[in-house]
RNA sequence: GGUGAGGUGGAUGAGUGGCUGAAAUCAACGGUUUGCUAAACCGUCGUAGGGCCUUAAAGCUCUACCGAGGGUUCGAAUCCCUCCCUCACCGCCA
């Protein structure tokens, strides 16, 4: 959530600002500060006569203390006036207060500086391709086909057990997957990510904390019985640890990772672009966190794109990194980098990473704060990507080093798996 | 799931109606001193939102917050209700 000071101090900038996300409701803006002014002038009223109402309850207790019992019910009257005063301004204060932050949800985080102009993905930036599209045999076949013919992926299974969009790896598929996590977990921990194992379910105050409540609930799945979400992304649980609490400035950053699987319920989807592991309503992914300080934040953000570039290209994939334009961007996004890695026998880019630095939005939501040198809280900038999501790089992985006698793995991973081909 | 005991500032922990936004100890931070990464002493030490003042900072002042939300009362950390959580024992169980 966007803090009111920005609102109020740099008005033109946000209208601005707002509009490269092509955000609709730019009024919003002016009906928050109009909103705000209500509130600064009712709590004026509100302190105003609290402090009259305490002052002489104070005093009642000093009459009643020497016996001047008729004087203090006199007091008592006041006060009773006083309150009967206090009721209707603190109703109307509650009011403004819940409609302020009402709208105040609603204003998606302002995109940075960098974020190039546009509404589709077609308007995204090309920042920079590695790796070099491999030479497919006549034979090739997409990863689906792969997946079945090496006996990797049952997915006619998963809609037996669960539904569509709940595969079940098996064989030297599952040992692969546990291979890849296996692998990107140390990868990242060796750059000094802290490993944590979260839950994979949260709380609505988690949710809320990065993003996905209000407005968003259709997306998670929900356990009404206990108001618990399973968790879209690890995002969730491991930025939460840090959720209300005010760190030292020399602990900053704090790098953390942790494996998940993720839980999508994608509601909208069809078609090619949901075949074989292209979507799924549950994956796998290991994700990267850093809370950074608000002056470090978008060299944390280039880090971890490095981070990310070298992850991929140690599995020899081809990719290419983008830069979202406006409006291809998350609601908390202040700047994102998507990777895509090229799935050879599909003839598709598919999306694999998504780095972004959120700057205080999340850490707004979630009052993750440190103390400055003058010893004054301040808002934590909040960054995540994923290294790496499995199941496009699985579907990659299958499909670009697939050869005669089967999958040559890349190196890096051979030691994880225990052998070089599948 | 049952029964019982609890939830107070970074930690421990006192506080059962006004003198408590909160003792004390520890930790942390700043400093003094002792010829050394120890000890002693002094000081600082919750968060948020208003108002005054200021270019700003600082300062002064008010309000709210003692798990969350309601209630009783002139007045609530303290009494009552609901919910959440923690601990102990029992039950169930990987």
Known sequence: MLQLAVLRNNTELVRERLAVKNF???????????????????????????????????????????GQKEEAETKK?????????????????????????DLLVRLPNLPSEKVPLGKTPADNEMVRTGGSKPELPPQAVPHWDLAKKLDLIDFELGNKITGSGFPVYKNKGAKLQRALIQY?????????????????????????????????EGQMYHATEDDFYLIPTAEVPVTNIYRDEILKEADLPIKMTAYTPCFRREAGSYGKDVRGLNRLHQFDKVEIVQLAHPSKSYEALEEMVEHVEKLIQSLGLPYRILRLCGGDMSFTSALTYDFEVYSA????????????????????????????????????????????ALPRILACLLENNQTENGILLPPSLQPYFGGEMI
């Open 77 to 101: 009257k006041d006060v009773e006036n006083l309150k009967n005063n206090l009721s209707p301004i603190q109703q109307q204060l509650d009011s403004v207060e819940k409609q302020l932050n």
């Open 184 to 216: 990107f977990l140390d990868y990242n921990t060796a750059a000094g990510y802290m490993e944590y194992m979260p839950p994979h379910m949260v709380n609505a105050a988690s949710a809320y904390g990065t993003g996905q409540l209000p407005d968003k």
């Open 345 to 388: 026998a599909q003839d598709k880019w598919l999306e694999v990473s998504s780095v972004s630095n959120f700057e205080a939005f999340q850490a707004n939501r979630m009052k993750i704060r440190f103390k400055d040198e003058k010893g004054k809280p301040q808002l934590v900038h909040s960054l995540n990507g994923s290294s790496l």
């Open 24 to 66: 609709a409701e730019i009024s919003l803006v002016d009906d928050i500060i109009s909103l705000d002014d209500e509130r600064k002038k009712l709590t004026f009223q509100f302190d105003e006569t609290k402090a009259k109402i305490n002052a002489t309850s104070k005093e009642i207790g000093m009459l009643m203390g020497k």
